[in-house]
């Protein structure tokens, strides 16, 4: 029966039992790696395995240690709470290099991400109160100016009939229901453009990465949603804000991706403009990206 | 060749039932508000440039019949797309059950070493026999 090896988060592949016994026996394969074979209720240490003990060399402490999960200093992952959440926010705008040491499962993330949006949900009901309506609050702001070209927009605007209530919070609700998931479909295109630039970080911790650094800054802009009152005043704001937030975004995301910021802009920028010119040609690059890496 | 087997996962694999349809349904709800806001993609550059369709043409018109539930035309667009929604929506149900029976077994699929070279020929060749009918189809 064939059994399956894996070290370091990574599955070696699957081999026989005589393959295995040569290979702890040249060094190949470490007393430490992690087996499994059909049948077994989880993965074992080859070393605990009856038949291969005694074969080859002892498991060194180095291998045993690789093969320990890392100690993560982020508090989210030390433990769900509100105060471990804003921790986690803090330390990520004031030290994002501590944000390397994360193990970033998906899960844990997404949890974090759909915490932010539940905190920000007051300040949507605000902005839900003073602007129902944002695109016409802005068409509204927009008849103020004199340009031609702006009165055409603002009119153009103007013309779409009002959303009901009803429809307006439902769409609220449900697009912050689906948000997440909306940032992990755009996370899937971001790792896209890594494989393409050949820099191996995995789908996971891509993915969780883009939680993490979207749910801070969702934490962080939610109190301009109070700007609504005003409509000229939010959008000066949220201008004067954006530069801020794209080098937080990018320095959370880098650093919890371990790669350059810069780097993670570029590649960014990469995808956005792939997407914007030829939506559809992302699968092709997808596959152009999965063969050069291989 | 292939088969599917179920394992548990090992310490620090990645978590592929709640990764991939989580992206897979933000994909459908954006591609659903994206149809819903009734905006147009610009024309594909290369189609613009060579007047051939590149490996992705036909993916939008694919998304939007499936939208509107016609699948035939759906697949005639570009089976490609067709058939990664379908097994998209497969796995998207298989990870749902999963989660729900708290089950400790996931399901991986295995590719036989012998085999793996002879696989990626395939996978070559399909693409090449993908690319011939969208050639035929998209400029007809």
């Known amino acids: 029966m064939q059994i399956h090896v894996a070290r370091n988060s990574a599955q070696l592949g699957i081999f026989a039992p005589e393959d295995i016994i040569a290979g702890l026996s040249s060094g190949r394969f470490l007393a430490s790696d992690l087996a499994w074979r059909d049948g077994m209720p989880a993965w074992t240490p080859l070393g605990d395995w009856s038949e291969f003990r005694g074969v080859g060399v002892p ?3 180095g291998a045993a240690i690789a093969d320990e999960p890392a100690v993560s200093t982020i508090p989210w992952e030390q433990g769900k709470s509100f105060s471990s959440f804003f921790a986690t926010v803090k330390l990520a705008i004031v030290n994002p290099a501590s944000l390397s040491t994360g193990r970033f499962a998906f ?10 949006l539940a905190i920000s949900l007051p300040f949507q009901a605000v902005r839900l109160a003073f602007a129902p309506d944002p695109e016409r609050s802005i068409a509204e702001f927009l008849q103020g100016f004199s340009s031609p070209a702006v009165q055409s927009v603002a009119q153009e605007m103007l013309k779409a009939p009002p ?13 912050l229901a689906f948000a997440p998931l909306l940032y992990a479909f755009f996370a899937v295109l971001h790792w896209v453009g890594q494989r393409v630039f050949r820099i191996q970080v ?3 911790r891509t993915t969780a990465a883009t939680l993490l650094a979207t749910g801070g800054l969702i934490l962080l802009m939610a109190p301009f949603q109070l700007f609504w009152f005003n409509v000229g005043a939010q959008i000066i704001i949220s201008s004067l804000f954006f530069i801020p937030a794209l080098i937080i975004y990018f320095k959370c995301f880098g650093s919890a991706t371990g790669v350059n910021p810069w780097v993670q802009f570029g590649i960014s920028c990469f995808v956005w403009f792939v997407l914007c010119c030829c939506c559809c040609g992302l699968p092709g690059i997808l596959l152009w990206g999965a063969a050069a890496t291989r | 060749m292939l088969r599917l087997i179920r394992r548990p996962a090992y310490p620090g694999e990645l978590n592929h039932e709640l990764v991939w ?14 149809f819903l806001s009734g905006l147009q993609l610009p024309q594909c550059i290369f189609m613009r440039l060579t007047g051939l369709p590149c490996l992705g043409c036909g993916g939008t018109r694919c998304a939007r019949n499936l939208v509107n539930l016609d699948f ?8 490609g797309f067709f058939i990664i929604v379908i097994l998209a929506t497969l796995w998207t149900i298989y990870s749902a059950v999963f989660w729900l029976r708290h089950d400790s077994l996931r399901l991986r699929l295995v590719v036989d070493p012998a085999y793996s070279r002879r696989l990626r020929i395939a996978f070559v060749a399909s693409l090449v026999v993908h690319w011939a009918w969208q050639c035929y189809y998209l400029t007809r």
């Open chain 1, 59 to 61: 498991p060194s402490p």
């Open chain 1, 107 to 116: 899960g844990d993330w997404l949890i974090f991400c759909y915490v932010a």
């Open chain 1, 163 to 175: 959303a009901p209530m009803g429809v307006t919070i439902a769409s609220t609700i449900g697009g």
């Open chain 1, 202 to 204: 995995s789908v996971e």
């Open chain 2, 21 to 34: 349809p989580a992206a897979f349904l933000g994909g459908a709800v954006f591609a659903w508000g994206w």
């Open chain 2, 72 to 79: 035939g035309q759906a697949f005639l667009y570009h089976p």
